[in-house]
């Protein structure tokens, strides 16, 4: 498909395990973007990478959250030692920086459930 | 860091009616102001947006104004539709593709 896909769609894991959410953005885009969304409220700002690097991490809550993207396409959020408060739907974006202008796609997101 | 704000957290409007939704930003870095709708377990997707050098922006029955010196934006939407009933966010980020901020949103609801 065309858009933005994320694997796995759920997740159930028990408290204190280690977890790998993956996100492939769209063919070409140079930016990707995570985000984490609670019920209720709106995207909370993770960290975004353009090409391999992470431009800005500054919205990972802690060092059990990692992320990765190696050849500048698919990215891995990790979290590790899972509590109960990272159950959340985490969503991926990707953008082709392009003149300034660019859009944002959404992938349809990981819900992840810490039991 | 950025801050948005929005409101109201929710909205009922009857079919045929308009539905304004207001924010407020902190940082006068912020320079692009994207509107996201999200129907319930779908995706969030792009409505409009809306750059610093302009104050208003029109598509269809959509319209965005933006106060850079207040530091508030607008979404109007006229003639609403049952279609149109979502979550409605708006955002904040420097450039457009900068890390966007999002407001906690605005419930829609419209009344046939």
């Known amino acids: 498909g065309a858009g933005v896909s994320q694997t796995p769609s759920n997740k159930v894991t028990e408290k204190g395990k280690y977890v790998e959410l993956r996100c492939d953005p769209i063919s070409g885009h140079t930016a990707l973007y995570w985000y984490r969304q609670s019920l209720g409220q709106g995207p909370e700002f993770l960290i975004y990478f353009q090409g391999t690097g992470a431009a800005d991490d500054s919205g990972l809550p802690n060092d059990r959250f990692f992320a990765v993207r190696p050849e500048g396409s698919v990215s891995t959020l990790k979290i590790q030692r899972t509590e109960r408060g990272d159950s959340a739907v985490y969503l991926c974006a990707s953008s082709l920086v392009e003149g300034g202008v660019t859009e944002a796609f959404f992938g349809q997101g990981t819900r992840l459930t810490v039991v | 860091g950025e801050n948005v704000e929005q409101h109201p957290s929710t909205l009922s409007v009857q079919e045929g009616d308009s539905a304004v939704i207001k924010c407020t930003y902190s940082?006068?870095?912020?320079?692009?102001f994207p509107w996201y709708k999200q129907e319930l377990g779908k995706r969030p997707q792009l409505i409009i947006d809306?750059?610093?050098?302009?104050g208003e922006k029109k598509d269809q029955r959509i319209a965005v104004t933006l106060n850079k010196t207040a530091k508030h934006f607008s979404l109007h939407i006229t003639e609403t539709q049952p279609e149109d009933s979502a979550v409605y966010f708006c955002a904040a980020s420097e450039t457009s593709y900068d890390k966007v901020i999002f407001g906690p949103g605005t419930s829609l609801s419209v009344i046939p």
């Open positions: 940082d006068s870095a912020s320079n692009y």
């Open positions: 809306i750059r610093s050098n302009v």
